[in-house]
């Protein structure tokens, strides 16, 4: 079994889409509340109604556009740690022998000792980077330095 490493995170390439679709949106409102403003005429009030209108829509498709890179973000990363967590888990009892859960793992990753059995006693181990290309080990938590 190959070294895990650091868990890293999936990106959203797209989500910058839909941010850049609020700033125009905003862009657009100014312009339609200028038009509001520019007076009485009729010209000015259809062009004003029509930015309106634009700007409502753009706005709406631009929070939906957020609202589904958010979600798709959240069950792509959910899906990569319980990869990460299961790679982590077969690492550990082979090199280690030691059975983490779920719960251990994302312990160490926020920097909280999972408490393994070992050799029939209680370690706290923590997830530590070993080498420069992101590979880890477990360490005894008590041995490393306190932050």
């Not at 941010?19 to 100014?30: D, E, N, Q, R, S």
């Amino acid at each position: 079994m190959t070294n895990p490493g650091l868990y890293q995170a999936p990106t959203e390439g797209w989500a910058f889409i839909p941010f850049l679709g609020a700033v125009a949106t905003f862009g657009i409102a100014v312009i339609a509340v200028l038009y509001w403003f520019a007076g009485p005429g009729r010209t000015f009030r259809l062009r004003a109604c029509a930015l309106t209108v634009l700007a409502v829509v753009a706005g709406a498709a631009s929070v939906l556009g957020l609202i589904a890179a958010a979600e798709s973000f959240e069950e792509r990363d959910s899906a990569a740690f319980a990869q990460y967590t299961t790679a982590v888990q077969e690492w550990a009892a082979e090199k280690y022998g030691v059975t983490l859960t779920h719960d251990d793992v994302a312990d160490m990753m926020r920097g909280r000792p999972a408490v393994v059995e070992r050799n029939g006693a209680d370690w706290q181990v923590l997830l530590e980077v070993s080498a420069p290309n992101g590979n880890v080990e477990l360490r005894d938590a008590r041995e490393l330095p306190a932050q």
